[in-house]
């Protein structure tokens, strides 16, 4: 079982539209795949038509009250379980104050999924801000997939997140995890903005960025509130077209 974070401490960038539509690909590629929204704002939940229930996300379990197991619910798309979110849990992190190792909860509960093997991959998409949840879902994690847009301050974003996973190395309690890929999103082949930020990010680290880049685009905004992935929502668009060419490179790279 595969645990990835998708994740960037700043907002606007894809985020939760990446986890959304990369777990749709995968499913529909016959991936027995789990999405944890760990997001108290829950777009995760509601962009796959998910119900956002007082007591029906990871709060309890993180609090040790009940199985992750027992929070999960099935999904109108073959093959994709969901994990849902709920404002309460923004209250998280005043709940972990004393506790012995505030970042482990969740890589604690996820270990019962992993021994069982009922799932090839977990996402994880994360707040955008650098707080508990964050950590959690970071120390959790395997991998790290970081979306990036294009743009001016692409860059700057990163390197906190490259930051912060050096500070999680260094907490101990297990190894070092590694980024993945960046997958750089809202993409304007109109401008030049969006090349010369590709291709700065390409020059700082090639080995990182996938080559795929997700455009800028109306019908992938108009999904979520329609509570569907782009592959079901307008399944010939540019946009799915995209996420399946990115969905393609990411298994690739998750099997070298």
């Given at each position: 079982?595969?645990?990835?974070?998708?994740?960037?401490?700043?907002?606007?960038?894809?985020?939760?539209?990446?986890?959304?539509?990369?777990?749709?690909?995968?499913a529909e590629l016959g991936k027995r795949v789990l999405l944890i929204d760990t997001d108290p704002q829950a777009n995760a939940t509601s962009g796959?038509?998910?119900?956002?229930?007082?007591?029906?996300?990871l709060r309890p379990v993180l609090l040790g009250q009940k199985r992750l197991r027992e929070q999960i619910v099935s999904t109108s798309f073959p093959h994709l379980d969901?994990?849902?979110?709920?404002?309460?849990l923004a209250a998280i992190e005043s709940a972990f104050?004393?506790?012995?190792?505030?970042?482990?909860?969740?890589?604690?509960?996820?270990?019962?999924?992993?021994?069982?093997?009922?799932?090839?991959?977990?996402l994880l998409d994360t707040p955008p801000s650098l707080g508990l949840l964050m950590a959690n879902a970071l120390a959790a994690?395997?991998?790290?997939?970081?979306?990036?847009?294009?743009?001016?301050?692409?860059?700057?974003?990163?390197?906190?997140?490259l930051d912060l996973l050096d500070k999680l190395g260094t907490v101990g309690e297990g190894s070092r995890v590694r980024i993945l890929g960046i997958?750089?999103?809202?993409?304007?082949?109109?401008?030049?903005?969006?090349?010369?930020?590709?291709?700065?990010?390409?020059?700082?680290?090639?080995?990182?960025?996938?080559?795929?880049?997700?455009?800028?685009?109306?019908?992938l905004a108009e999904a979520p509130s329609h509570g569907?992935?782009?592959?079901?929502?307008?399944?010939?668009?540019?946009?799915?077209?995209?996420?399946?060419h990115f969905c393609a490179e990411f298994l690739a790279r998750l099997s070298a």
């Open positions: 079982m595969n645990v990835i974070a998708v994740t960037n401490q700043k907002g606007g960038v894809g985020k939760t539209t990446t986890a959304i539509n990369l777990a749709a690909c995968l796959l038509g998910g119900v956002i229930a007082p007591g029906g996300s969901l994990l849902p979110s709920e404002i309460d104050a004393g506790s012995d190792s505030p970042l482990f909860h969740l890589r604690n509960a996820l270990q019962p999924l992993r021994e069982a093997q009922d799932y090839e991959i977990v994690a395997d991998l790290v997939l970081v979306p990036l847009q294009c743009e001016y301050y692409a860059l700057e974003g990163l390197s906190k997140i997958l750089m999103t809202m993409f304007d082949v109109r401008t030049n903005l969006s090349q010369q930020v590709v291709e700065d990010v390409r020059r700082h680290v090639p080995h990182l960025l996938f080559q795929t880049l997700i455009p800028r685009s109306i019908r569907k992935p782009i592959t079901t929502y307008d399944p010939s668009s540019v946009g799915a077209v995209s996420y399946r």
